[in-house]
Structure formats: structure tokens, C-alpha cells
């Protein structure tokens, strides 16, 4: 009993072989106890069996309740130097021993028990296969023979000759028909389980895909209760608490429920959430669709960031305006080197100063085109990045300093904002690239920073971001500050405010960044002034080509 005590129990799960196993163990178990039941009725209770030996019957039964008990006993605990002993040679030995004794000390064949042999073969087909099952007939048929004519001592008990012929082509069909369903139930039970394999695993896929999609999803029952959700719908709500437990959604978003609410049947409606409850100039527009669920008391509801489904179609479109515009100054730009030429001869040839002021109009507003054209191909096909580490604190005041040469930066007073010595930032960009940024932001500046004639000052404060790997430049003028209705067109090309400009340089900074793997946002100053606030990565080891 030592090793039984130290296993483990383990109950069989519903559908499974040994599960079978176990039924067929309860049910040799209830005959057993029945037959016990039986034998002990008073005499003469049951006619048939007043010829019998009863007290043998008691003793067969008894042994035959006591080895059910131990066989069920064996496949609670599963002891595995025994089990397959058990499984297997052993149940069908004594299984086959007591049900002949049991037809040999009552009536045969022409008794109440000869049904038993019958069941026996149902119960052996879990175990035996093939050629096995049919030599287990054959042996049994030679015993039912044996016990069929054989004298007990008192008489003789040969049942007719057709009739245990009958019985015994009884024998051989139901042994043929066991064996085929118990092989067509194990061939069902392997299909379902291959079947259950599949759908965990597609269920596991599934909720791979729902973790890392980009909408949120949350799942709603009838009480409207999330009872599901993904990381982009719980950034969304502002719910980051999630304990994977139904939760109300007035819980988790009360605008989400309210909205839900009030569209009724509508599956579309677009609102504005605060995320997480914060302030409104953090808030921002969601796109809810609610979708029911057919034959479910499940509802999906699924979350997008408006603002940015609007920016990637921006994107898309401005991107093919960009390729259009470029094939429109590639073409344009030869017949304008033309006017400019003929321009200039004619320029020679006349003399008087009225018509000689139209001619410089023209050389203007000709090289005004000419820098819109390059402009537009520089945007519409930058060349690649390059990037390599740059020392912020070394590399951009002799940067700004080359760009205050040109007259229109002259008049910018610049004032540089660096972290302490020990922690000077290290970006990974394209100088170049760097370059071209810094000189349309600051002319940026120039027009739009300050009153003509004036110091415009510009503040440049660079620090690490608050996320690692990132450096933060922000570039801040004090002028007037960009009116609320404009502020998400002025990365648009072509899109300026001042007739002078070409509407390029924002566009060209935003896609100059992206490049170096960079990003470019404005927002106005509290204060006073327009700030523009870069991200670029941080250069470290692992940059390294």
C-alpha cells in the first residue's frame, strides 16, 4: 500500500479510453453487487435457480464484488508498474473465470446468466483488438462448451444442439460488432481530440492577433460587462487596471456607455473621449462601431483613433500628390529654363528703365519657380539617410553659427539649451539631413518669430525623452503663435500662410525626419510663440554598423 500512497490520484477526463474503462468497472461492480443481492433472496424466491449450487454462487459472487472494487481502485490511482497488467491480460482472465463458474454452479447455457458471456465480449472489445478478440471467442466458445456438457455431479445439463448453435453464432457476431464500434469510437475520439487541438490552437492565434492589432476591441455581454479587451483598447479608455474580470463600461469609459446607449441601433457614432480621465486639451477622438454577434450574448465593440485614421489618409493622399507634383515640375522645369533664357537676351536688348523693371520681375518670379521645382523633386525623392553619431553639444552651435551667415538668420538671437556636461545628448541622424531641418525651421522663425527690424529670439532646448533611446530638440519662436484651425494642415504641402513661402519646408522637415526615424509635432507655447518639438533616436553601441 506504500506505493499507492505516495501517487498521486487522477481522475480520467470525460470521452477519454481509461474514462471507459471506468464505466465498464462500475458497471462489473453494480452486477456484482446484484448477483450477491441475489443469491442471498431466500430460497425458493427465484425458481430458476433452486437447482443451483447457491452457496458456490455466493462465494463467486462475493469474490467477483471484491475484484470489481480492487480494478476500480487500481485506475483511481494508476499505478504504472501495474496498469498495463491491469488494462489489459489480467480484467479479461478474471472476467472470463467467473462467468464461467458462474454458468457451470447454475443453470448453462439454459440458465439466467447466459447472458452473461455477451457482455463479457462487449467489455473485452476495449481491451482486445483483431485477430486477439476472435481468438478470446474461440477459447471462450470451448469453455461454454466445456461447462454446456459437462455433468456438475447431479445431472446433465446439454442444452439442444441448435440452440447453442444459435447462441454461439450470437457469440462470433456480437464479438464482430464490439470490435468494429470500438474501433470506430476511438477512430471519432481521436478526430475530436485532433479537432479540440485545432481550435485551442486557432483560439491561442486568434488572441495573438486581438493582442497586437492596432483598433481596440473589447468584448460586452448583455449587462453591457467587458468581459474582454486588448492593450490598444485599454490605452484608448484609459482603463489600464484590467484584471481580466467582467467590469461595467461605465467603469471604464462612461462616455464609451452613454454613447452606446444613446445610439441604440446605430452601429457608427464618433466621439470625444478624455484619455483616462485626464484633462480635455489631452482628449481625443475616438471611432466606436459596435457590432453584434449573431447567436451570442456577446457584443464586439471595436475602438479607433480618429485623429490618426485622418493623418494616415493625409499621408496616402499627400504622398501621391507629392509624386504627381513632382511629375509636374520635372516637366515644367525645362520650358521655365527656356523663359528665363530668352528673358535675359531680350534683357540686353532694351534699354529703358520702365521695361527694364518688368524684366527683373520676371528673373524673380522665374527663380521663385525654379526653388519651388527643386523644393518639390527634393521632397518627392530625398535622398536616403546616412545617419551617423553627432555630439549635440558640439555640433550645433558651429551648425547654427554657418547658418547665420545668410542675411535673413542674421537678425535671430539663438539660445542654445543643453543638459548638464556629463550628460550631453549623442544623436544617430544625417548631419546633412540635420542641416536642411534646422535652416527651414529657423526661417520658419525668421518670418513668423518676431516685428520686423527686431532680435527675433529662438529658444533650442535639447534633453533625453522620457521613454529610452530618444533625444528631444525643441525650437521655440515668441511671435504670434499658429491660429487653432491651421495647426493640423501645416505639415501639408504646398499649404502657407504667407505668400513669400512655398509651403514645402514643414512637409520637407516632417519627411526628412522620417527618414532618420524621427518624428516632428507643434503646439503653441503657453506663453507666447510657436514650438516645434523633435524626436530623434539616441546613438549607442549597438548602432554600430
Aim: charge should be neutral; include cysteine.
Amino acid at each position: 500500500m506504500s506505493s499507492l500512497a505516495g501517487t498521486e490520484p487522477a481522475f480520467p477526463a470525460p470521452g477519454t479510453p481509461e474514462r471507459r474503462l471506468w464505466g465498464i468497472g462500475s458497471y462489473r461492480l453494480l452486477i456484482a453487487v446484484t448477483l450477491v443481492i441475489l443469491f442471498h433472496l431466500p430460497k425458493g424466491s427465484i425458481p430458476v435457480l433452486e437447482a443451483t449450487d447457491t452457496h458456490a454462487l455466493r462465494i463467486i459472487a462475493f469474490v467477483s464484488v471484491v475484484w470489481s472494487f480492487l480494478y476500480l481502485l487500481f485506475l483511481r490511482f494508476s499505478v504504472p508498474a501495474l496498469s498495463r497488467a491491469w488494462r489489459n491480460g489480467i480484467p479479461v482472465v478474471m472476467d472470463t473465470a467467473l462467468v464461467v463458474a458462474l454458468l457451470h454452479y447454475s443453470s448453462g447455457l439454459t440458465g439466467p446468466f447466459a447472458i452473461l458471456p455477451l457482455l463479457l465480449l462487449v467489455s473485452t472489445a476495449h481491451v482486445l483488438r483483431g485477430r486477439a478478440t476472435f481468438l478470446y471467442v474461440s477459447v471462450l466458445v470451448v469453455l461454454l462448451l466445456g461447462v454446456s456438457f459437462l455433468d456438475t455431479g447431479k445431472t446433465l445439463r446439454a442444452p439442444p444442439i441448435g440452440q447453442t448453435f444459435v447462441y454461439l453464432l450470437a457469440l462470433l457476431a456480437i464479438a464482430f460488432l464490439a470490435d468494429s464500434l470500438v474501433r470506430s469510437l476511438e477512430r471519432s475520439d481521436r478526430l475530436a481530440r485532433q479537432r479540440d487541438r485545432e481550435i485551442l490552437d486557432l483560439n491561442a492565434l486568434n488572441q495573438k492577433i486581438i493582442q497586437q492589432v492596432d483598433s481596440g476591441i473589447l468584448v460586452l455581454d448583455r449587462q453591457n460587462r467587458v468581459v474582454l479587451s486588448n492593450p490598444a483598447a485599454r490605452q484608448m479608455t484609459g482603463y489600464e487596471n484590467w484584471k481580466n474580470l467582467p467590469v461595467a463600461l461605465d467603469l471604464v469609459e462612461p462616455r464609451l456607455a452613454l454613447a452606446l446607449r444613446q445610439h441604440g441601433s446605430q452601429t457608427d457614432a464618433e466621439l470625444s473621449v478624455a484619455i483616462g480621465g485626464k484633462s480635455t486639451s489631452d482628449a481625443y477622438t475616438l471611432l466606436m462601431r459596435a457590432i453584434a454577434l449573431s447567436q451570442s450574448p456577446y457584443r464586439l465593440l471595436i475602438l479607433q483613433d480618429a485623429t490618426a485614421l485622418r493623418e494616415r489618409q493625409r499621408e496616402v493622399q499627400m504622398a501621391a500628390l507629392g509624386r504627381l507634383a513632382a511629375n509636374i515640375a520635372h516637366e515644367i522645369r525645362n520650358p521655365l529654363s527656356a523663359v528665363r533664357h530668352a528673358n535675359q537676351l531680350l534683357e540686353e536688348l532694351v534699354t529703358e528703365p520702365g521695361s527694364l523693371h518688368l524684366f527683373h520681375i520676371i528673373e524673380r518670379e522665374t527663380l521663385r519657380i525654379s526653388r519651388i521645382i527643386d523644393s518639390v523633386l527634393e521632397m518627392a525623392r530625398p535622398a536616403p539617410a546616412h545617419p551617423e553619431p553627432i555630439n549635440a553639444s558640439s555640433w550645433l552651435p558651429v551648425m547654427i553659427q554657418q547658418l547665420q551667415e545668410d542675411p535673413t538668420l542674421a537678425r535671430l538671437d539663438i539660445r542654445l539649451h543643453f543638459p548638464p556636461a556629463p550628460e550631453h545628448p549623442v544623436l544617430f541622424a544625417d548631419p546633412e539631413h540635420l542641416r536642411q531641418i534646422f535652416t527651414n525651421l529657423l526661417h520658419n522663425a525668421a518670418l513668423h518669430g518676431g516685428i520686423s527690424g527686431n532680435q527675433i529670439p529662438v529658444d533650442i532646448h535639447i534633453g533625453r525623452a522620457d521613454h529610452e533611446g530618444r533625444i528631444l530638440i525643441t525650437v521655440r519662436d515668441h511671435g504670434a503663435g499658429i491660429p487653432a484651425d491651421l495647426m493640423e494642415r501645416i505639415f501639408e504641402p504646398f499649404f502657407t500662410t504667407d505668400s513669400r513661402g512655398t509651403g514645402l519646408g514643414l512637409s520637407m522637415i516632417r519627411e526628412l525626419l522620417r527618414l532618420n526615424q524621427g518624428t516632428v509635432s507643434c503646439r503653441n507655447h503657453p506663453e507666447n510663440g510657436a514650438e516645434f518639438e523633435l524626436s530623434l533616436p539616441e546613438w549607442t553601441l549597438q548602432k554600430l554598423p
